[in-house]
């Protein structure tokens, strides 16, 4: 249980949603294990009344959310596909990341990021701790090390290799519980004049657009920009520019270099201003997003009853760990909807955690007259909806939860 800030380390913590009980979002079952007992965890947020960071009231162990068998493979959608190679590219431009440079990337999957930086020149390694990802990852050409970053492997890579001129983290940053000790390990790793950059979704745009679903057991800590320049300052770092991107609902990209290295950038200050203007960290602003999210749910619930009670057939359309979430609190299971569909081979074949709807592949939708499908991955729904044209020719519609349920015609 979470006493204590991860950051500034006060006690001062309040609670301003709870999202009831749940098994990890990516603990995606085999048949043989639907009889097994599941382990289900408090989902509940607090906020930090000092330093404005929002975090998950229990710590899930590293060791239970991703070395077993984890099944999460970084988008390789084209608009994900895309932001990859955006990010490789901007960065070695506006850095100057020479060809004998070092970008190591931290929980770096299967290498879609690393294989953009090498497209770039770049040379290349990965750290993540899913050792069945990490297979996949070597067998794409990425060099992956099966470990947790930590100080030790820092002093490992520059001991075997060098120093890292860029250090990334997409989407892993809020997956940390001992920051201090990560931020340890990236002093150790990053050269002089070197760049560590993470992304994450931004807790401002899960506020506004509640997207309450993007809470689970691997996301600990729920950014806003405040907390992280506190958290760099306690290593003589400071953060030097800040962007936001539309991925993942609404994303941002920090920079953080040594204090005093890099200029910074004017946005920084921009971003600070907006999140004081905003009170997103208040509690009344968080105590009315608590209530939206219960009205969310009544709505969701009552768009599928409706459906069901006229005969329509519904499944839902991709198994991220947001739609465990959403599926988990709602209690939305085998007896709403008959399948979820997925492309990732590591789920097919699987049941979804907790309500243990079964996922099978796309083309399920329409040999199986599917009347609506609940878009789970609603982040990526423009391209999902283009791509199952079959299913929107035989007549079926989509309903996307998030910010409010509707049904696209």
Request: overall charge neutral.
């Amino acid at each position: 249980m979470v006493t204590r800030c991860r950051i500034c380390g006060s006690n001062k913590l309040f609670k301003f949603l709870d999202l009831g009980f749940t098994p990890p979002a990516d603990q995606f079952l085999r048949e043989d294990q639907l009889k097994q007992p599941e382990t289900y965890y408090p989902l509940t947020v607090l906020m930090c009344e000092e330093c404005s960071l929002a975090q998950l009231s229990y710590v899930v162990p590293g060791e239970v959310l991703y070395r077993r068998d984890y099944p999460y493979e970084s988008s390789m959608t084209q608009s994900g596909q895309l932001h990859w190679d955006e990010f490789a590219e901007s960065v070695c431009k506006k850095y100057q990341v020479k060809k004998d440079d070092l970008v190591v990337d931290i929980g770096s999957n299967v290498g879609v990021l690393l294989g953009s930086f090498s497209k770039q020149g770049a040379s290349t390694l990965g750290i993540d701790p899913a050792s069945n990802i990490v297979r996949i990852a070597e067998k794409r050409g990425i060099e992956t090390w099966d470990e947790f970053f930590s100080p030790r492997i820092a002093k490992k890579v520059v001991k075997e290799k060098k120093t890292a001129s860029v250090i990334t983290a997409t989407n892993v940053f809020a997956h940390v519980d001992d920051l201090k000790s990560f931020m340890e390990a990236v002093n150790i790793l990053m050269s002089k004049n070197g760049i560590f950059i993470f992304e994450a979704p931004y807790f401002g745009n899960l506020v506004n657009f509640l997207e309450y679903d993007t809470i689970y057991h691997e996301h600990l800590s729920y950014l806003l920009l405040e907390p992280i320049i506190k958290l760099a300052n306690q290593f003589d770092m400071e953060v030097s520019d800040v962007i936001e991107r539309d991925i993942h609902g609404g994303s941002f990209r920090v920079f953080i270099s040594r204090t005093g290295e890099r200029p910074v950038n004017q946005r920084v200050a921009s971003f600070l201003k907006r999140e004081k203007d905003s009170k997103w960290s208040c509690p009344e602003t968080l105590a009315k997003f608590s209530q939206k999210v219960k009205r969310n749910r009544e709505a969701l619930i009552s768009i599928l009853n409706s459906l069901k009670s006229s005969g329509k057939k519904v499944a839902a359309v991709s198994a991220p760990a947001k739609g465990m979430t959403l599926l988990n609190y709602c209690r939305i299971g085998t007896e709403t909807l008959e399948f979820v569909t997925e492309k990732s081979t590591l789920k097919i074949g699987r049941h979804c955690p907790g309500v243990h709807i079964p996922v099978v592949g796309d083309d399920s939708l329409v040999s199986n007259n599917i009347d609506y499908a609940l878009l789970l991955a609603w982040n990526f729904s423009e391209e999902i909806m283009n791509n199952l044209k079959k299913f929107r020719e035989n007549g079926g519609k989509f309903i996307i939860p998030i910010p409010h349920p509707r049904i696209i015609d």
